[in-house]
């Protein structure tokens, strides 16, 4: 069995125990069924006596109860001790539905191998280690088939075998640096999530979901695990995937959020739930390319207003200065960038409101960030470019006060 009684009998809150010693805040205890932080499991929360505990650390391969403060109770005394059976149950589900996560990435994923996991407060990270790309179809497979295994209410079992006797098994799921609580001595501790019409023993012969070896606590079967929904994926790391799931109320609230949001996306598109992706995916498609249509359109417009203007000599060179109250930065940027040399050695486009900005290129030997210095010298504002293009903003005068200085 794992070190930790908790991991063997995690059905176990209540109990009574003599107190081996009191070191301030910290207590030891003859035997305990509070489980000590380990493997990404957090410490077991309750009380011993009257007095809450805030932690549980494993020091030595004793479990080093932290109290909120400092007992009255001395090294002899019996107390009682009550370990919080929701928190307790919660980490039991969390873990379970982690090893249900796992069993899914054997059906879905290639090279697989376990990374790591993590219990949060509001959701729970397993690190996958696979060649196999996590994309939002992979996500909702993994969703489905966890559910499918709490559904189908599988026995969860846990055994201790030789060590030597487990590497040999293909089957089970090790990582020696983040199960260290699995062994003990020459043994390890195996959880299986069995098939649906085994005993739960772990040497069974049938298919099992998962096997895996762990040290932490589990519920009896998956029905127990409750409603499980996968939140998302990152990748923390070079061939490491992470999903992130939850457990009880915020998986509820989770799905709920989906179902809220698919259900308002089906009324706004006017289509049936099934057909929302599809109906989704062809208004994303007539947006952009109406939005090319307008850029389209404001390029024209930007380039009519080009063709009227009147150009000035400066120089020995032709400078072409205009001003564009309704075109955005980047249009004008664009095409101040592009024109220079075409319509003019120098084009400078001044738009916006209030503080205006300008937009400056320039094809001839005059510096495009010499001209956008002069700009901000005599308007304040800030900008900057090269020598070809350049552009500056918040100007303290109104556009046409810039475009008739400019002039």
Request: with cysteine.
């Amino acid at each position: 069995m794992s070190g930790q009684r908790a991991a063997a009998e995690p059905y176990t809150t209540r109990f009574e125990t003599e107190v081996s010693t009191v070191d301030g805040r910290e207590v030891r205890l003859e035997t305990t069924y509070f489980y000590a932080e380990s493997g990404g499991q957090p410490a077991d929360r309750g009380q011993i006596g009257d007095v809450a505990v805030e932690d549980v650390q494993l020091v030595d391969g004793e479990h080093v109860h932290i109290l909120e403060t400092e007992p009255s109770f001395r090294a002899g005394a019996r107390v009682l001790c009550s370990i919080d059976w929701s928190f307790r149950m919660y980490c039991m589900r969390a873990h379970t539905a982690s090893h249900a996560l796992y069993g899914a990435g054997r059906r879905l994923l290639s090279d697989l191998g376990y990374g790591g996991f993590d219990i949060g407060e509001e959701k729970v990270r397993v690190d996958l280690e696979t060649s196999t790309t996590v994309d939002d179809e992979v996500l909702v497979e993994l969703d489905r088939l966890v559910n499918r295994a709490v559904w189908e209410s599988r026995p969860v079992s846990w055994t201790s075998i030789p060590v030597d006797g487990a590497r040999e098994r293909e089957a089970i799921a090790f990582n020696d640096a983040t199960e260290e609580e699995a062994f003990t001595g020459d043994d390890v501790r195996i959880v299986t999530i069995g098939s649906e019409d085994d005993n739960g023993d772990a040497n069974d012969s049938s298919d099992p979901w998962d096997v895996a070896a762990c040290g932490g606590t589990h519920v009896r079967n998956t029905r127990e695990i409750g409603p499980v929904t996968v939140l998302d994926r990152s990748n923390p790391g070079e061939g490491l995937t992470r999903v992130e799931f939850a457990v009880g109320p915020r998986a509820i609230e989770r799905r709920t959020t989906e179902k809220q949001t698919t259900l308002a996306a089906k009324d706004a598109l006017g289509v049936g739930i099934a057909d929302v992706s599809d109906e989704l995916e062809r208004v994303i498609e007539e947006r952009d390319a109406l939005a090319d249509d307008v850029r389209t359109l404001r390029r024209e417009m930007i380039e009519t207003r080009l063709e009227r203007a009147d150009r000035l000599e400066r120089d020995g060179e032709q400078w072409l200065v205009t001003a564009l109250e309704d075109v955005s930065s980047d249009d004008a940027a664009e095409v101040a960038r592009e024109r220079a040399g075409d319509v003019a050695d120098v084009v400078v486009l001044v738009g916006g409101e209030g503080a205006p900005f300008a937009a400056v290129g320039s094809a001839g030997s005059r510096s495009a960030a010499a001209i956008v210095d002069d700009l901000t010298d005599e308007f304040g504002g800030g900008g900057g470019g090269s020598d070809r293009f350049a552009q500056a903003g918040g100007f303290d005068a109104p556009l046409e006060v810039v475009v008739d200085w400019l002039e």
